[in-house]
């Protein structure tokens, strides 16, 4: 049962769009607690380095569940080497049938340059159909800006700045202060 008297960390958005042979993920800054902002420049997007292999991540949701999980995908890839799609699986099986890791509540984008995934707490290995995907509260919007500009002759980082802008413009969860990692396939 939800306390309904706590608001509860709320908001974010994060974007991944992949496009010309190179993937960026972007993420706002912005922490609310309820109706207040926590902080405005958070970092959610990361760059993980098992074994020399680069995996960009950016998370949604709650903090400390995001970063248990990206401890276990870390793992998952350093038992895997240069094998994201099966790292994302098996921790998208672990994350679903462990009593510990099914009350997580975060959403996940990863990328190793040529694939791009979006994993969940429902055991969902996600591939978006249309090289661009995004999380979070204002996600809906910043996915329906990117997908508008993916035809355009704007490049990977350009579309989820832009993106990131709409969805900043809009979303009352979602800020200006944009952090962004980009990686080739």
Request: aromatic residues 6%; charged residues 25%; glycine residues 12%.
């Amino acid at each position: 049962m939800v306390d309904d008297a706590f608001p509860g960390w709320h908001g974010t958005t994060v974007i991944g769009v992949k496009k010309g042979g190179e993937v960026v993920i972007a993420g706002d800054g912005q922490v609310s607690l309820g109706q207040t902002v926590i902080k405005g420049t958070a970092r959610k997007v990361r760059r993980l380095s098992p074994g020399g292999f680069d995996v960009l991540v950016g998370f949604a949701g709650s903090t400390a569940d995001a970063f248990t999980l990206l401890e276990r995908l870390e793992t998952k890839l350093e038992a895997t080497p240069g094998q994201l799609q099966r790292a994302a699986v098996e921790l998208a099986k672990d994350w679903r049938t462990d009593k510990f890791l099914q009350k997580l509540e975060a959403m996940l984008i990863v990328s190793d340059g040529s694939s791009l995934y979006v994993i969940t707490g429902a055991g969902d290995v996600l591939e978006p159909e249309h090289d661009v995907t995004a999380i979070g509260s204002g996600g809906n919007y910043a996915l329906a800006a990117a997908r508008a500009l993916m035809d355009g002759d704007f490049g990977a980082e350009e579309i989820a700045r832009k993106a990131m802008a709409i969805a900043a413009d809009i979303c009352v969860y979602t800020n200006g202060s944009i952090t962004v990692e980009r990686i080739s396939g």
